[in-house]
T-cell receptor, first 114, second 109 residues
Framework: DAGVIQSPRHEVTEMGQEVTLRCKPI?????LFWYRQTMMRGLELLIY????????DSGMPEDRFSAKMPNASFSTLKIQPSEPRDSAVYFC????????????FGPGTRLLVL | DAKTTQPTSMDCAEGRAANLPCNHS???????VYWYRQIHSQGPQYIIH???NNETNEMASLIITEDRKSSTLILPHATLRDTAVYYC??????????FGPGTRLSVLP
């Protein structure tokens, strides 16, 4: 079975550019999570969706960040405009439900904003 | 406030059991203990979880003390591929996972 799929795996961009990260959750999973990991702050939850609806976006750092889930098999995290401090590894995870104990993580997208 | 306390790092000889401790003295009755690990450059991987009984699966065993204030994750025969950061997380259903700094386990040849 395919796990959580993320693309791109690596992204290098210049400050001010728009960045779009993509995630395909495990088929049949109803909850999707976006995390960010940095050395300074560790692994942080940014936002999560239940049945394609955003439930908690309190972790989204600012208005430059937005996330969508147009259908059950696809989600995007967009940063516009990007800044050097956005450099991090972004993980997507999915689970059967938000209450369900096991979240399955993707391989992550390593973002570098110059 | 952190709900769990873990040692920053540990070493273990290859082939020996790795015992990773976790303190969670303020755990409440409906909170589970979860363990995830993160191998370098990969996403976190679920290992095991439990409420109050000891649990075992193909990856590890979880021993929870009777008062539930601490637990130990046991990797019975550590291999070099078990080198990773191990996260102990206390969470009730419906709560978000909060990842602390974890324990960096180094399995040595």
């Amino acid at each position: 079975d395919a796990g959580v799929i993320q693309s791109p795996r690596h992204e290098v961009t210049e400050m001010g550019q728009e960045v779009t990260l993509r995630c395909k959750p495990i088929s049949g999973h109803n909850s999707l999570f976006w995390y960010r990991q940095t050395m300074m702050r560790g692994l942080e939850l940014l936002i999560y969706f239940n049945n394609n609806v955003p439930i908690d976006d309190s972790g989204m750092p600012e208005d430059r960040f937005s996330a969508k889930m147009p259908n059950a098999s696809f989600s995007t995290l967009k940063i516009q405009p990007s800044e050097p401090r956005d450099s991090a590894v972004y993980f997507c995870a999915s689970s059967l439900t938000s209450d369900q104990e096991t979240q399955y993580f993707g391989p992550g997208t390593r973002l570098l904003v110059l | 406030d952190a709900k769990t306390t873990q040692p920053t790092s540990m070493d273990c000889a290859e082939g020996r059991a790795a015992n990773l401790p976790c303190n969670h003295s303020t755990i409440s009755g409906n909170e589970y203990v979860y363990w995830y690990r993160q191998i370098h450059s990969q996403g976190p991987q679920y290992i095991i979880h439990g409420l109050k009984n000891n649990e075992t699966n193909e990856m590890a065993s979880l021993i929870i003390t009777e008062d539930r204030k601490s637990s130990t994750l046991i990797l019975p025969h550590a291999t070099l591929r078990d080198t990773a950061v191990y996260y102990c997380i206390v969470r009730s259903y419906g709560q978000n996972f909060v990842f602390g700094p974890g324990t960096r386990l180094s399995v040595l040849p």
